[in-house]
Antibody, heavy 121, light 106 residues
Framework: QVQLVESGGGVVQPGESLRLSCTAS????????MHWVRQAPGKGLEWVAFIRSDETGNFYADSVKGRFFVSRENSRDTMFLQMHYLRPEDTAVYYCAKGDSGTYYGHSEHWGQGTLVTVSS | DVQMTQSPSTLSASVGDRVTITCRAS??????LAWYQQKPGKAPKLLIYKASTLQSGVSSRFSGSASGTEFTLTISNLQPDDFATYYC????????FGQGTKVEIK
């Protein structure tokens, strides 16, 4: 069955960097685009980034553009989110989610359990 | 960015009720809209995609419809397991979510 496992969350100070990982299993990872979605404590869902299956396109929410970078290693069935210049408002649970095609955003049937990132001095 | 305006933000209902949640898009998103259910501490669960297609394994008490830029999620015969928060999401352009609707017990 499809499994997505996020890791790498933790507590960092404002201005620092952090890299999240999402390891996939149970489906042909190299055939699907992948999303990062976050949820601040007690708040709603916010889409963060999307990467196409073949890395020909990366797309970002305006709130993270220029600070966050999504990448993937299809040989390792893993997606990454490199986060720089972190701000307190980036504090959230970060979910990875599988898209429904290789190219387009699509809906997400499968989600990870999330990893918590806390940005605080 | 496409703004998704979801209403109501909170809905009080009883077991057996029929409830309706609405999302309005700030511009056309065609049929590229999904509905998710989320319970505290859990990842979202896909209910409906492409505005009205029921995700496999999801109860037929859930249904979705669309009229222009207005989208509706209807839950019929509300069950105890349905008390949760529901989100719409457009994926026609850079995805955006509605603000969420918490369905609580009256």
């Amino acid at each position: 069955q499809v499994q997505l496992v996020e890791s790498g969350g933790g507590v960092v100070q404002p201005g620092e960097s952090l890299r999240l990982s999402c390891t996939a299993s149970g489906f042909p990872f190299s055939s699907y685009g992948m999303h990062w979605v976050r949820q601040a404590p007690g708040k709603g869902l916010e889409w963060v980034a999307f990467i196409r299956s073949d890395e020909t396109g990366n797309f970002y929410a305006d709130s993270v553009k220029g600070r966050f970078f999504v990448s993937r290693e299809n040989s390792r069935d893993t997606m990454f989110l490199q986060m720089h210049y972190l701000r307190p408002e980036d504090t959230a649970v970060y979910y990875c989610a599988k898209g429904d095609s290789g190219t387009y955003y699509g809906h997400s049937e499968h989600w990870g359990q999330g990893t918590l990132v806390t940005v605080s001095s | 960015d496409v703004q998704m305006t979801q209403s109501p933000s909170t809905l009080s209902a009883s077991v057996g009720d029929r409830v309706t949640i609405t999302c309005r898009a700030s511009q056309s998103v065609s049929v590229w809209l999904a509905w998710y259910q989320q319970k505290p501490g859990k990842a979202p669960k896909l209910l409906i995609y492409k505005a009205s297609t029921l995700q496999s394994g999801v109860s037929s008490r859930f249904s979705g419809s669309a009229s222009g830029t207005e989208f509706t999620l209807t839950i019929s015969n509300l069950q105890p397991d349905d008390f949760a928060t529901y989100y719409c999401q457009q994926y026609y352009t850079s995805p955006t979510f509605g603000q969420g609707t918490k369905v609580e017990i009256k």
